[in-house]
Nanobody, 118 residues
Framework: VQLQASGGGVVQAGDSLRLSCAAS????????MGWFRQAPGKEREFVAS????????DYTDSAKGRFTISRDNAKNMMFLQMNSLKPEDTAVYYC????????????WGQGTQVTVSS
């Protein structure tokens, strides 16, 4: 599967952004999907995840109540609605597809930059 993240930008604190992740090359609905982010000088960290059919979601504590992950399997798309953005949300955001078939296989998109100014 190939993934392409988009929707990043430069916004002010309190603003909203909607990130998109477009998947191609495979059956999208077999993958659990997630968003991760990496700030300068820091390790990549988990932000949110959603199961194959969208029935279950999970968020890092800092994203709970502000971010919403969703997916549209018919369009091979995943989204991250980010509200009430804070400067500490500044990072490159990556989408990941995961499938487990005896082994765990992870696929990453190229990342989209989100910059939140105070």
């Amino acid at each position: 599967v190939q993934l392409q993240a988009s929707g990043g930008g430069v916004v002010q604190a309190g603003d909203s952004l909607r990130l998109s992740c477009a998947a191609s090359g495979a059956t999208f609905s077999v993958y659990d999907m997630g968003w991760f982010r990496q700030a300068p000088g820091k390790e990549r960290e988990f932000v949110a995840s959603i199961t194959r059919r969208g029935g279950n979601t999970d968020y890092t504590d800092s994203a709970k109540g502000r971010f919403t992950i969703s997916r549209d399997n018919a369009k091979n798309m995943m989204f991250l609605q980010m509200n009430s953005l804070k400067p500490e949300d500044t990072a490159v955001y990556y989408c990941r597809a995961r499938v487990v078939d005896g082994k765990t296989y992870d696929y990453w998109g190229q990342g989209t930059q989100v910059t939140v100014s105070s």
